[in-house]
């Protein structure tokens, strides 16, 4: 039988050298993103609810002012998805990737980071998966993390709250995800994302304009989720 997820790196998080786990799921029925492979980054020896409820989540979220254990608005629902693929992944459900597998996911799309910051992560364990990959996404908050390996933003959005980080990725040649109140302009060079401009609603699969330096423009879209109200104190503070 194919595998339908597998394991994709185990070792200490690049932000602050405790363990993590990163595990890709080949398939998905996310309204947003569409049928794209997914990646999970999350610590291996707490489940990733109770990381928050501890403050662990910083090894898989790192500097991101939207983390649920800094009172942020994350739209991750970690209790459902991310919980059960770390039980999953407890229960040793999930076998090693082999070339042999990077040969039959051959054009696949693929979401780095689906849960966690892919900066956590080796650049080298994303190398491959890239590669193969038809089309990507991928965002980053630890663009300004000291450990941060700057190759991420050759296929991350940088994820940004501020217009002033826009300004700076800009002149560095790096695009922008920008989460903003609705009523807040774009900015110059930014389109709104094309799932959040109402009735086309184009998936992520089909648009695959969040790929990092060789995206032709960045991305704004709308703070949403059930902790949305939350962005006003990130967004005060950002200010």
Known sequence: ????????????????????????????????????????????????????????????????PARHALGGHCYVNVGQAPLGIWRSYQAGRYPAITRRAYRKLQGRAVRFGAYGDPAAVPYDVWK????????????????QHPRFDPRIAEFCM??????????????????????????????QGEILCPYDGGANEIQCIDCSMC?????????AIDVHGSRAKRYDIIFKEAA
């Open 1 to 64: 039988m194919t595998p339908n997820s597998y394991l994709l790196y185990e070792g200490p998080s690049v932000l602050d050298g405790e363990p993590v786990v990163a595990i890709a799921t080949l398939r998905s029925s996310n309204r947003k993103t569409g049928d794209m492979i997914q990646t999970w980054i999350m610590r291996n020896d707490v489940d990733p609810v109770a990381a928050i409820k501890a403050h662990l989540d910083e090894s898989v979220c790192g500097f991101c």
């Open 128 to 143: 491959p998966l890239l590669d193969i990959s038809g089309t990507h996404t991928g965002y980053t908050h630890q663009h």
């Open 158 to 187: 940088l994820s940004i709250e501020h217009p002033l980080d826009y300004r700076q990725a800009w002149t560095r040649g790096e695009r922008t995800f920008r989460t903003k109140h609705p009523d807040d302009p774009l900015l």
């Open 211 to 219: 790929k990092g330096k060789d995206a032709p423009s960045s991305i």
